[in-house]
């Protein structure tokens, strides 16, 4: 495809939508139905006795849409949109089955995803402060202006951002907390596409970030390819490990992608040295397609297992796969694959990756050769050589823990119940003592006696005709792609590389030459040498797999929850708590405390004035006579009462009258004199200010 | 007679209220309740076609009502952003009262409670309308006495402590906010304190007097943000929770708390003028006091286990939201902070009144207690999920587009004066989204997922069966049989979605969530356009 289609929504959401179609876009968009559409006939199956059907279908459907429109996005504000979207609707996936892990994972998984978008959303608004628009092919041009100018560190911290949260989604050390916890969880033909598509879309986000933002910037090419070596290494240790066969596949996607960014910091790296790149940018992308690929086989057979057993512990499942054909060919189709065995698609894309690192650490000894080299540890060619090593170990590493989930699956058989589950011996009778053995959950499948034969009977093919269709083609598509890598991926790749910034035709690598089968080779020999000598002997303690991960070693546990949970709320939670409990109250009631003093005793001011007044110079009429007066309107007794009698014997109300206007006039008399009294003190300090004023103006 | 009209809004409810006070009904019967609910909601609507009908034909619009002495007026005026907010209230209260008719339903002392509701109105659209500073002045203390007897309403001991402590604070902050008006007053170039976008302070005065000047809005912010319950002088909003939920929903959310923002923005853009403030300390130190009151609100909104509480504190700060994009004194600033205003308003009432649906329907009244609510009431819940995602700030809903604004703002206001605040008051903004997250998502994650106790664990293993009937069925047909469905009643007392009078509202305010998350360009032009006046 050499146009790409674009399209504008204005006015939408604030900003408005911006989505393009090129190749890149297109191919994942083929590659989202693809995955959509057979992992949703899988579930027709796989969710057949679940209650909450339909919940989990509108979800289903709804992330379908985000997802495509993540990838359709053509600015980063929309991607955020859909890529929010897509947070919450998948989030039901994993909070499906509503138990105490799932809620827990779900919840890992939730506050991965608010703070990656948060975080996102910091990293846009200075982006778009920085250079006014979002979209990607401005982009290109305004952050290269800006690399050059003052604010090149605002452009850093912008980029750091956006790397954080698309890298939370697409599970980039240390973020990756949320696959080896969510991905068991979910009902399996969602962990196909959570591990398969979704976090591609962080994967995407990050290319739209790296390779149109820092594509010349060789510091951002050795983080990125430094925090891919080390989720490369980390996921396959991790998968490795472990014991449940979807936290296995979940913790090899966190491998996988870290080789994906190592992919991405290569193609950042080659162009800033100026170098054709090629070759990283055609197998990162290649590999992007493989994995979800390989993800999409693993995780639908792993779904075949979890629905027939409803377990996914390794010493629970042994040779399940034993006698059932079609699951043996998918998920070997998929193990090799992910493995990197030559004739296998896996292969090629490793075989690119490689070549990639090879290509560069060649570039850094030509430079040394002609006496420059570049500054810092990224700029010595030993360092690329250990990387190199690594490369190979870690896809050593991928083949051993693949080679212990088959011989787990399908070569070694149950101590127990090995005649029963290969559905040899039928009797309902057997099959229910089969079945007692394995039943460990409650919402499990109890058979009926009348209804057990019927439902064993599709046991042993252990899933419907539909379901082995779909699987079958999508594992079918994994040595396809391998046996003929010019046709199928260099097609693809061709149509791809145009989004990471690369056009015209790349130099045809011929991949089955005698140098990168030897590379493929090395890291198979490795994988045999581990699981020989690191899973056989070391991790199985009679009989049995056991995981010899110290349990205390979880980044999650250990750092994220309690500063999120325990540190974060508690201390600004106890902060404020303690704010709001003492200090506004005490200062509330201290306030009032003050003021009511103050006041009083400015009352008590006012009045001692006037008592002094009263005492002194204006000592009044004798008390009984003036209650006299005073209190005949309360008519309450003493004095009162006294005067009442006195009148009704010698007055009249005419003399009354008369004492009382006097009395009266004597008053006002008396009181206007003690006002004048207190406009006089008044008048004095006002004199006494003026003359202050007055003697300090003249000092 | 056009001019005139322009304050029938503010005198119609208030004479109303007043009428209905003295109106007496012989007795609490069904049939006067019908006719008091008539009556009412027959006023408010009258009233409200009235602001439409005048937010139509009488765009600036002007009517002196009379003369207090010299140049001060009681004053009215139309203008876009007194619109905005008029229109806001508008919308909100038929529908609010509406609400409150099936909430108040088994309520006694109703007449008083509608006189002092329909009262309110009157009042908040006289701060919308106000035409000057001496007006609004009015209307806001007239705001408090006419609230006062709402939060009393319940009357508890926790009631008339609240209605006491809400009285204090906001007298006392209405005493600072006078200290602004005098200074306005008399520093003012036109000698009377008319709104003008710019501000009408003399140059030569804010010359000389620039830092008494400065000191006195910081006052005047602080007196008026006591209604916007910032920190510390919020203490009065969480208590007030004990109203009933119509009240703390429409008042506590929206009347009240938003004519405190709108007084704010009035004094800072049409009385102050933004140029004035920009860039000096006293922008700072609002900014500062904002930005504390946000990440404050949210931290004790996660600490804050009684929900119509914790909503409170996610009202104090969101309100400074509002007072950051005001402290922002920029055209966008002012644009970004009436986004969030009308936003935050729907935002807001609509998750306090699925809160009181709640407590209407069930009587639970903690977060705790709302385990497997979702599915029984999917209406009030999905109303609330509505309204949650878009106080988190997630695209597609309002919330989302006042948030990018504000930020847009705090950037470009970052990048002109040079200061650090604006850049950690995005920072800020961010810890509340998350914090936001917490606590409203807590909520939905129980009432959806509830953690499974003894009884719902006896529940779902009945589900258990049900699911081996169906694989059974091998149809995928799954079996809903009457056994199960007994079992659940049995199990559990039901509860259903509220009557429509309840519902109705919500579900408007959630359509208008998504609408303005959707589409928000009309109201944003309008908003810039209001914005570019004024800066």
């Known amino acids: 495809m050499k146009e790409a289609i674009s399209l504008n929504v204005p006015g939408v959401c604030g900003m408005g939508l911006h989505f393009e179609l090129d190749g890149f876009r297109l191919i994942y968009l083929a590659i989202a139905v693809l995955m959509w559409s057979v992992s949703g006939i899988f579930s027709l199956e796989y969710m057949a006795h679940y209650k909450k059907r339909s919940r989990y279908y509108l979800f289903f459907w709804a992330t379908f849409f985000a997802t495509a429109g993540v990838f359709l996005s053509a600015d980063f504000y929309t991607t955020f949109i859909f890529f929010e979207i897509m947070s919450f609707t998948s989030y039901v996936w994993v909070a499906f089955d509503e138990k105490k892990e799932s809620l827990r994972a779900a919840q890992t998984y939730l506050a991965v995803a608010i703070i990656g978008g948060m975080v996102m959303l910091m990293g846009m608004f200075l982006l778009y402060d920085l250079c006014g628009t979002l979209r990607f092919d401005e982009l290109e041009g305004m952050a290269g202006q800006i690399l050059k100018g003052r604010r090149r560190l605002q452009l850093y911290a912008a980029g750091g951002l956006l790397l954080f949260g698309f890298g939370a989604k697409a599970g980039c050390f240390p973020l990756h907390i949320w696959l080896p916890k ?149 998920f070997s189709m998929g193990a090799l694959g992910i493995s990197g065995m030559p004739l296998w698609s896996g292969y090629i894309s490793k075989t690119l990756l490689h070549e990639s690192i090879v290509e560069y650490t060649q570039v850094l000894e030509g430079m040394k050769l002609a006496g420059e080299s570049m500054p810092g540890i990224g700029g010595n060619p030993v360092f690329w050589h250990g990387a190199e090593w690594l490369f190979l170990i870690s896809g050593g590493m991928t083949a051993a823990y693949m080679l212990k989930l088959w011989i787990a699956l399908f070569a070694e058989p149950d101590p127990d119940f090995q005649a029963e589950i290969d559905g040899e011996n039928r009797s309902a009778e057997s099959i229910l003592q089969t079945f007692s053995g394995y039943e460990a959950h409650k919402d499990c499948v109890k058979p009926d006696a009348h209804t057990s034969s019927m439902k064993w009977d599709f046991y042993p093919k252990c899933m419907r005709k539909t379901s082995a269709a779909a699987l079958i083609m999508a594992a079918v598509l994994l040595p396809l792609f391998g046996l003929f890598p010019h046709s199928f991926m260099d097609g693809m790749a061709d149509m791809a590389q145009g989004f990471f910034g690369k056009s015209g035709h790349a130099h045809l690598v011929s991949y089955f030459s005698a140098g990168n089968l030897k590379g493929g080779a090395i890291s198979l020999g490795i994988g045999i040498v581990l699981y020989g000598v690191v899973v056989r002997r070391w991790m199985r303690k009679d009989g049995q797999y056991v995981d010899r991960w110290p349990s205390w070693l979880d980044l999650e546990n250990l750092l994220y929850r309690p500063v999120l949970q325990v540190a974060l709320p508690g201390i600004c939670g106890a902060v404020c708590g303690f704010v709001d409990r003492y200090l506004v109250s005490s200062a509330v009631t201290v306030f009032l405390a003050a003021s009511a003093v103050v006041c009083r005793g400015m009352d008590q001011m006012a009045d001692g004035v006037i008592r002094a007044a009263r005492f002194s110079t204006h000592s009044q009429i004798p008390r009984a006579a003036a209650f006299g007066t005073n209190t005949e309107g309360r008519g309450t007794g003493g004095p009162g009462s006294c005067v009442r009698e006195r009148r009704a014997r010698f007055f009249s109300v005419l003399a009354r009258l008369r004492e009382q206007v006097q009395r009266n006039g004597r008053l006002v008399e008396e009181s206007f004199s003690f006002g004048l009294m207190l406009f006089a003190i008044g008048l004095c300090l006002t004199l006494g200010y003026l003359l202050l004023v007055f003697w300090l103006q003249l000092g | 007679m056009g001019g005139m009209v322009m304050a029938v809004p503010v005198l119609l409810p208030i004479a109303g209220g007043a009428g209905m006070l003295a109106l007496h009904f012989q007795s609490e019967e069904k049939r006067d309740d019908r006719l008091l609910g008539l009556l009412v909601e027959g006023l408010v609507l009258a009233n409200s076609l009235v602001i439409f009908w005048l937010l139509k034909n009488h765009m600036g619009g002007n009517l002196v009502l009379f003369r207090l002495f010299g140049n001060l007026t009681v004053r009215f005026k139309l203008d876009l952003m007194g619109g905005t907010f008029a229109g806001l209230i508008a919308f909100l209260w038929p529908l609010a009262v509406l609400y409150s008719f099936e909430y108040m339903k088994h309520e006694s002392r109703k007449r008083m409670f509608f006189a002092y509701y329909v009262m309110t109105y009157g009042v908040t659209a006289g701060i919308a309308l106000a035409g000057n500073l001496v007006t609004m002045y009015l209307c806001y203390e007239m705001l408090t006495l006419v609230t006062f007897p709402l939060v009393l309403f319940p009357m508890t001991k926790e009631a008339k402590r609240a209605s006491r402590r809400y009285l204090y604070y906001s007298i006392g902050g209405a005493a600072f906010a006078f200290i602004g008006l005098v200074f306005v007053l008399s520093y003012s170039v036109t000698g009377n304190t008319e709104f003008m976008p710019g501000g009408i302070l003399s140059p030569e005065a804010s010359k000389a007097r620039r830092n008494l000047l400065l000191l006195v809005y910081v006052l005047a912010f602080f007196g008026f943000g006591v209604k916007a319950a910032l920190f510390p002088l919020h203490g009065w909003l969480p208590r007030a929770a004990v109203a009933p939920t119509p009240v703390t929903a429409l008042l506590h959310a929206v009347a009240v708390v938003k004519s405190g923002a709108f007084a704010i923005l009035r004094l800072t853009y049409f009385s102050y003028g933004a140029s004035f403030l920009q860039g000096t300390w006293a922008q700072w130190v609002v900014m500062a006091g904002a930005l504390l009151t946000i990440g404050y609100g949210s ?88 309204a949650s995602l878009s106080l988190m700030g997630i695209p597609l809903f309002g919330g989302f587009i006042s948030k990018w604004n504000l930020a847009q703002a705090a950037f470009s206001c970052g990048s002109r004066t040079g200061g650090w605040l604006p850049y950690a008051g995005v920072g800020v903004i961010l810890y509340s989204a998350l914090m936001t997250g917490i606590y409203m998502m807590s909520v939905l994650v129980r009432a959806y997922f509830p953690v499974l106790t003894a009884g719902a664990e006896e529940r779902q293993q009945t589900k258990g069966e049900g699911a081996d009937r169906g694989l059974t069925g091998e149809t995928g047909q799954e079996v809903s049989g009457s056994p199960k469905a007994d079992n659940k009643k049995t199990a559990q007392k039901e509860y259903g979605d509220p009557g429509w009078m309840m519902l109705v509202p919500l579900v408007i305010f959630a359509g208008v969530i998504v609408l303005l998350g959707v589409r928000s360009a009309p109201l944003m032009e309008l908003l810039k356009r209001i914005g570019g006046e004024a800066g």
Request: charged share 10%; proline share 3%; aromatic share 8%.
């Open chain 2, 299 to 386: 931290t004790m909104a996660v600490r804050e286990i009684h929900w119509k509480r914790r909503l409170a504190y996610s009202t104090i700060s969101n309100l400074s939201y509002i007072l950051f994009g005001a402290a922002l004194m920029s055209p966008l600033g002012l644009a970004a902070a009436l986004s969030h205003l009308v936003i935050h308003a729907f935002m807001k009432i609509c998750s306090f009144f699925c809160a009181g649906a709640v407590m209407h329907q069930t009587g639970k009244t903690q977060v705790y207690e709302l385990d497997g609510l979702g599915r029984k009431m999917p209406v009030v819940f999905g109303c609330l999920f509505i």
């Open chain 1, 182 to 330: 969510a991905h068991p969880v979910a009902p399996a033909p969602a962990s196909a596409l959570l591990s398969g598509i979704l976090t591609k879309t962080g994967i995407f986000g990050i290319i739209a970030v790296s390779l149109m933002m820092f594509g010349t910037d060789g510091e951002w090419g050795m983080l990125i390819a430094g925090l891919g070596l080390i989720t490369m290494l980390l996921g396959a240790l991790l998968a490795l490990f472990s014991v449940n066969l979807k936290r296995t596949l979940a913790c090899s996607s966190v491998s996988q992608i870290g080789f994906i960014l190592t992919g991405i910091g290569m193609s950042c790296l080659l162009q800033a040295a100026g170098e054709d790149n090629g070759l990283a940018v055609r197998g990162t992308f290649l590999h992007m397609v493989n994995h979800s690929l390989f993800k999409l086989v693993l995780f639908l057979c792993a779904a075949a297992v979890y629905m027939n057993l409803h377990e996914l512990d390794l010493n629970k499942i042994r040779g399940f796969g034993r006698k059932k054909p079609v699951l043996m060919f998918c």
